[in-house]
Each structure stands twice: as C-alpha cells, then as structure tokens.
C-alpha cells in the first residue's frame, strides 16, 4: 500500500519536474531473458538531465542485465531506448559509448604505472602530432581536474594515489569524454567516510554540469543522502520510481523484498546430529571480528549478508585460504590448527569457491581430471592412477549430479554454468567431507541445476555432513537452511532459526537496521 | 568410397597433424636425397635427438606448470664438465653422481627463487642461465677437459647389438616421464598448476613445493643430458649446450603444449624435439648451407605453432 501512495505522489511530481529537466534517457519496455530466467521484464525507466537516480535492488534483481542494456553490452529482447527524444541503436557498445553514455564499474580501467594527466588523454591523443606533449596533457588535465574541484598532481602516478581518487581520477576522465549519463556501480565499496564525502561532492559537482548519473549501490543511507529520485526493482521488475524524499530506509527494503517463496525448493526435514564444527572468537583483522558459532551433523547453517560483509572471508579462513589473527576452531571437539587448505581437506572440511571459473575450475583439463583431483592418493596404486577405477568413480558422480556432458574426457570448458559447478561440488562429493562451506553455491545457474543442487545438500545433510551455505538470495536460505547468522560489517548481527524467520526481517538485519 | 578414406585420412591428419608433417618431410627429403632412407642415417638421427628430446621432456613439466626455465642449455654444460672433470680426476661413477647432484642443486634453487622470493621464472632462469655458463667456463679455464676413461664415453657411443646405448637411454626415460606426465599424482597436479594455480591452492595441493619439485625434475633432466652430450663428444666442453633451452621449448609448444600452462605432453614434445632433429639433418643432406637452415628452422616453428591455433 505504502508503494502505491508513494508511487501517485511520485507520478505528480514527474509531470512538474518534467516542465523542468529533459529526459535524457527514456526506456521503454525493456526485456531480457536468459535461459530459464526473466532477467528484465517490460521495463519503464527514465532519467533526467542532471539528475542522481539512485538504482537499488537485491541481487539478481535484474539491476546489472538493465545497466547492460542501457551500455550496450546486451541486446535486449523487446524494448527501446531514447536519447533525448531519439531511438538509439541497441547492443553496440562503441556507440553507445560515443553518445556520451559511460559505465564506471568496480574494477577501475585505469593504468596504474602511468600518470594522471596521461591516463585522461590516452586513447584520446592528438592524431596530428607524432611526438606526444605532456605538458600539454598535463596541463589539460589540470584544467580539468580544478573545474572538478579535485586537486591532483597530474603528473603524480596513479599507483600512488589512493583507491578512492583513482575512482574519482576515472570519474573525472568520464566527465572529459563529454559525458552526458555516467553509470556508478558500488562507487563507494570500500572507501572510507571521508573519501565518500569527496566522492559525493565530485558527483554533485558534475550533476551541476547537467550531467545525469545512474547511482547503484547497495548502502541505502548513501543512496538516500545523494540521489534525487530512486527505481527499486525486483525479480526484473520494477517496483517503483520514488523521490529520495518520500521514502526511509525502512519502505525501501519493503519494496526490495516481497519475493514469495517458492515450492520448488525442497526442505527436508532432517535430524540435527551432534557438533562437529565449533568456531570461538575468529578474528581476522579489517575482514571480521569476533566470530563465535556451531555447526552440527546434519545441519545446513545459512550464512547471509551483503558483499564486504565478511562472509566470504570467514570461510577463506575456516578453509585455511587465509590465516586469522585471532581465535580457535574445533573439529569433533578437538582442536585444530589449520594453516592452508591441505590442512582443511585433511580434517575433513571442503570449501566450495564462489568464483568456480577463477577459483574451482582447471578449464583445460577434462571432466574427469577436475573430479577426481581430490582423490587421486586413493586412486594410485604403484605410483600409477588407476584410470579404469577413476573412470568407474567419476561416472557414476556423473550420473548422480546428472551432469550433461558428451563424456568424461571434454575439456571441462564446453560445459554450461551449472554443470560446471556440478563438477566442482562432485570433486568434494568424492572427497567425502565432513563440513562443507559452499560459497554462492548457486550463483548464475539456471533454476533446473538450482533445485538439483539443493536436493544434493539435503541427502548430504542426511548422511550427517555438516554444511554451511554463504548466499546473497535470501529466499534460497530460507528455503534449505536450519539457522541462519547475518554478517553485517564483520561481525555476526543475529542469528535466527530459519523457520522463525522471514526475508524482510533477513534483509532489515543484513542492511543494518537497528529496528528488530 | 575414395572420399570416405579422404575424409578419414583428412581428419587423422588433422589430429595428428605433427606426426603427418614428420612422415611427409621424411618421404620427400628421401626422395630428394637417398642417403637420407637409410638405417644408419636413421639411427645418427635418434642419437642426435636423444639430447633434444630429454630436455623436451624436462621442459612440458615445467611449461606445463605454467613457467619457463631458460636455464638448462647451461645446465647440461656446468653438469657435463663436472662429469668429465670428476671423472678423470677420480672415476666415472662419481663424475655422474656429482654431475646428478648438481642438476638436482640448480633445479631446487631455481625452483626456490620463484616460489618463495615470487620472482618471475623467465628473470630467475635467464640468471641462472648466465651464472652457470660463467661457472663452467671458471671450473674449466675455457679449456675442453679431454682424456675421459673408456667406461664414461661408452655412455654416449656405446652400442647394443646395432642400437646406441643412448637412445635406449633416452627412450627409457621419455617412457617414464610420459606415463609420470600423464597417469601419476604428480603429472596431473603439474596440469593443474599451470592450469589454474589459486584454484590447485584451494584443492589442497601444496603449489609451492609441487613447484619446487618440478623445476628439480628439469634440472635432473638437463644434467643427465649433459653427461650424455660429454660422453658423446668425448670432452668436456664449457661452451656446449647455448640455446638449447630454446630449441626445448620450441620444441613443446610444436608438440601441443601452451606457454599459458596446464597443457602439454611428453609424447607431443617428443615428437616435436625428433621433428626439429630431422629437419636439420634433412636439411644437412640436401646441402643447404647452415645459415639458411637457422632461417628455415625458424619459420617452420612459426608455421607449425600457426597451425596448431588454427586446428583449435
């Protein structure tokens, strides 16, 4: 009901406003599907001339796919796009580009080993001089950062410089390329509050210029401070437009949420076991502090929180990816020390990376090579692999995952997402694990492979297998988990009993919100 | 029927293409030169190739984990003049045990450099590679070590019935390191490494001293070359062995391997190390003159990796 006040009370204001600002950019009925998904749906989206629209959702909302459309790095499927009145061409990046519609995502492209005024102009030199002038450059440059109000040396090496100005360094090249619409994903990931601050008044700076820009990001304080309006959207589609100053906090994580449960995901009830797995003040420094919890036989623990909560760098540690600063973990009421991952696998613990193309995966070996690597001392007899045995083992985890593939030989490449991440989780199932840390275990996989692999963790469950699952879909762990802790800024927030519990009360908590 | 065998045979070629390559410059440089068709021209080929194809061989491990060793052509020298030295000053036995334990030496040191201080392999080896050669011009003064006793050249020209020891030597070998490459523990997570090193860390596999292990295995390889190339040219000489770290690596990559890592075999470098071998004698046959042969030798490298992409 709240969205519908807001939404009327919102759509007067566009008409006033409209008198105003131009609409720069005007998408109508944007769609995009994927295999098995509706990334986008029917989607109504404008921006004004200089305006921050603020973009907000969970993830898997449907905010990047949008942002790719807008780029030109998708197509979309139904839709167009206007700029200034005018239909544009679809899915051609450089062109997009060239209207003056740039995306700044969190990896920044900038060259490190170069200097500031030469990071402005590359790709940009002048044609009809061979020999380039850096004192032209750097002068240029200069010009342009102090019209930002940002005091560089251009001739300082953007190496030196500190996380948050290379960001505005890359904003400010924008700003050169006669921006018009600037794309900001996550800007302020990991900068302090007073960068941010500098930040923002670089933003309010440029929107002066009448440059429009799409602001995402998932801290809504920030997103209420610097936007003028905000889209929420959800499941692909969009649940409203709203002006920054009708809404709190609190109404928009309502409208983030709302994702009813689906059947699909299989619970299964399952009688919790013993502790296997006891965690007592964890602490690695700037990552998470002070990280207490059990783990039992049979039980499926739910980690949530947003990224940079400190979820991913918890289980790095459990693993022994990485080292804590401080505190003690306890495997079957003993003591451990676990220093790197042969330690971990050695006691029994299995960790599931969340970037399997980065993390998991040997893509130039073949299917079977990647399942049977953890195995391979009970597989060798004589110093020799006995491949026919191997072969035996790795069919029949084929069979079980139901991983499609013409053979066990193909290069584990030629595989689609979920199977591949079938083949990751079918190298633990191998290893016979007693805790398993799955991290975004059903990340960018279509719906089918999801349910599958929930129907794995539960008859892993079954066979008293401990497993923690770290997921930023909330609905999945609700779905499959027993408890759930929330992270939130390093440290454990809450802890609920999955049934107890619903995705806005999650949400509220994950975001920070004091209200529960 | 006549373009059911075509396609059968275009398509063996197409797997097999370097194995095709070898069997067409053999016909036709038989054809050109009669000399060349012969079985003692055929085995002076193998014994040629023994040295190439052992440090092939050591080479795909190293490549295959996704570094380089630029080291070995120096190797083989330093641990040939030990061999030569020792063994005339004392006995053949602790001349190869010596020139052994060297190899096994650089190898664990290269190895050191890169994994532990994390400096690029290319730099450590191209060091190393320098150091030695220095090293085994110091230990001999510039001056060949000659007067090595009758059981140290029997390594390299000895023969059994009509078959060099050598080339029983390096076949044993290329057997061994294929299956060690291919069906072991230790040949799969070498893959693996080079494959994807963050993710063999996160499988339990101790990257670093796997790491170690390898570059020792390629300076075990580059020194038993070495005690086979002295034997062969009955001296220890300080000056032998310059570029054929090179001529290895060449070699690996024209048998499948990539210099990204994670993919090679020995059979593949073996059959690239025998092809190179072949063409220069070729080449020798059909009197083209030396200097040529560098132009010609380097634009079939270039035409064969060429190849190799586009099969892909």
């Known amino acids: 009901m709240i969205n519908k006040n807001i939404e009327n009370k919102q759509n007067k204001e566009n008409e006033d406003r409209k008198e105003k600002n131009r609409i720069i950019i005007n998408a ?4 995009k599907n994927f ?47 206007k700029f200034f009145d005018k239909k544009i061409q679809l899915g051609d990046p450089f062109y997009t580009r060239g209207l003056g519609i740039i995306a700044i995502f969190q990896e920044t492209y900038i060259f490190p080993n170069f200097t500031v005024g030469e990071n402005i102009s590359i790709g940009r030199e002048d044609k009809n001089k061979i020999i380039l002038q850096s004192n032209k450059e750097n002068k240029n440059a200069k010009i342009l950062l102090e019209s930002l109000g940002f005091s560089i040396n251009p001739t300082s090496k953007v190496s030196s410089l500190s996380l948050a100005e290379q960001r505005m360094l890359e904003i400010a090249k924008a700003s050169s390329m006669q921006a018009k619409v600037v794309i900001l994903d996550e800007p302020t990931a990991s900068l302090a509050d007073s960068e941010i601050k500098v930040l923002f008044s670089l933003l309010n700076k440029l929107k002066s210029n009448k440059v429009s820009i799409i602001y995402i990001s998932h801290r809504l304080e920030e997103v209420l401070e610097i936007t003028d309006r905000i889209t929420v959207l959800r499941d692909g589609v969009k649940v409203a437009t709203v002006n920054k100053n009708d809404v709190t906090k609190e109404d928009l994580v309502e409208m983030m949420v709302g994702r009813k449960l689906d059947d699909m995901y299989p619970k299964c009830n399952i009688k919790i076991g013993e502790k296997i797995l006891s965690v007592e003040k964890l602490t690695r420094l700037k990552e998470f502090y002070d990280i207490s919890f059990n783990l039992y036989k049979g039980e499926i623990l739910g980690i949530a929180g947003l990224m940079g909560s400190g979820r991913t760098e918890l289980a790095k540690v459990l693993f022994g990816a990485t080292i804590p600063t401080e505190g003690e973990i306890y495997v079957d009421n003993k003591k451990v020390n676990i220093k790197k991952p042969s330690d971990a696998i050695k006691i029994g613990i299995g960790f599931l990376t969340e970037d399997r193309k980065k993390l998991g995966l040997f893509l130039n070996q073949d299917v079977k090579s990647n399942t049977s690597i953890l195995i391979l001392s009970e597989l060798t007899k004589l110093g020799l692999i006995q491949l026919s045995q191997e072969k035996i083992i790795v069919n029949n985890l084929v069979d079980k995952l139901r991983i499609i593939t013409p053979n066990i030989n193909v290069n584990v490449s030629g595989l689609s997402g979920g199977n591949q991440q079938k083949v990751v989780l079918a190298r633990w199932l191998a290893k016979k694990v007693k805790v398993l840390i799955l991290d975004e275990p059903t990340h960018g996989i279509d719906v089918g492979a999801k349910v599958e692999i929930y129907q794995l963790l539960g008859e892993l469950a079954k066979e008293g297998i401990g497993i923690i699952i770290i997921s930023s879909e909330f609905p999945e762990l609700l779905a499959i988990t027993d408890r759930i802790l929330v992270m939130y ?28 | 029927m006549l373009t059911k065998i075509l396609n059968y045979l275009f398509l063996k070629i197409k797997k097999n293409g370097l194995l095709f390559a070898l069997i067409a410059l053999m016909i036709i440089t038989g054809i050109l030169n009669p000399r060349f068709a012969t079985a003692s021209n055929f085995i002076n080929i193998l014994r040629q190739s023994a040295i190439n194809v052992l440090l092939a061989a050591g080479t795909v491990f190293v490549i295959s984990h996704g570094e380089i060793d630029l080291s070995i052509g120096s190797v083989l020298a330093l641990a040939g003049v030990i061999a030569a030295g020792m063994a005339v000053k004392y006995s053949t036995l602790f001349g190869i045990f010596l020139a052994l334990v060297y190899g096994i030496t ?12 994390l400096l690029p392999s290319f730099m450590v080896t191209l060091a190393t590679m320098t150091i030695m050669r220095g090293f085994s011009y110091v230990y001999t003064q510039g001056v060949a070590i000659t007067g090595l006793p009758q059981s140290f050249v029997y390594l390299g020209n000895g023969k059994i019935g009509p078959i060099p020891v050598i080339i029983i030597f390096a076949l044993v070998i290329i057997i061994f390191l294929d299956i060690l490459l291919r069906q072991t523990k230790f040949g799969r997570y070498t893959r693996a490494i080079g494959d994807n090193r963050e993710a063999a860390r996160l499988t339990g596999i101790q990257v670093k001293k796997h790491s170690i292990l390898v570059f020792i295995l390629n300076g075990l390889l580059a020194s038993i070359a070495g005690i086979l190339l002295t034997s062969r040219i009955i001296s220890g000489h300080p000056g032998v062995g310059s570029g054929y770290e090179l001529n290895a690596i060449a070699a690996v990559v024209i048998g499948g391997g990539s210099l990204k890592g994670g993919v090679g075999s020995v059979y593949g470098a073996t059959l690239g190390a025998f092809f190179m071998t072949t063409l220069s004698n070729a080449l020798n046959l059909l009197n083209v003159s030396s200097f040529w042969q560098m132009i010609i030798v380097g634009l079939v490298i270039i035409i064969a990796i060429s190849t190799e992409r586009f099969r892909k």
């Open chain 1, 489 to 516: 800024r390093g440290s454990i927030k809450k802890e609920f009993n999955t049934k107890d519990t619903d995705q806005e009360e999650l949400l509220k908590c994950a975001f920070g919100l004091n209200s529960i």
């Open chain 1, 28 to 31: 109508i009925q944007l769609s």
């Open chain 1, 35 to 81: 295999p098995g998904v509706k990334a986008v749906d029917n989607l109504d989206f404008n921006l004004l001339e200089g305006e921050i629209h603020g973009l907000i959702g969970e993830n898997g909302a449907g905010k990047s796919t949008f942002i790719k459309m807008l780029t030109g790095a998708y197509k979309p499927d139904n839709g167009h796009i």
């Open chain 2, 106 to 117: 650089v190898g664990f040191f290269n190895g050191c450099i890169v994994n532990y201080i």
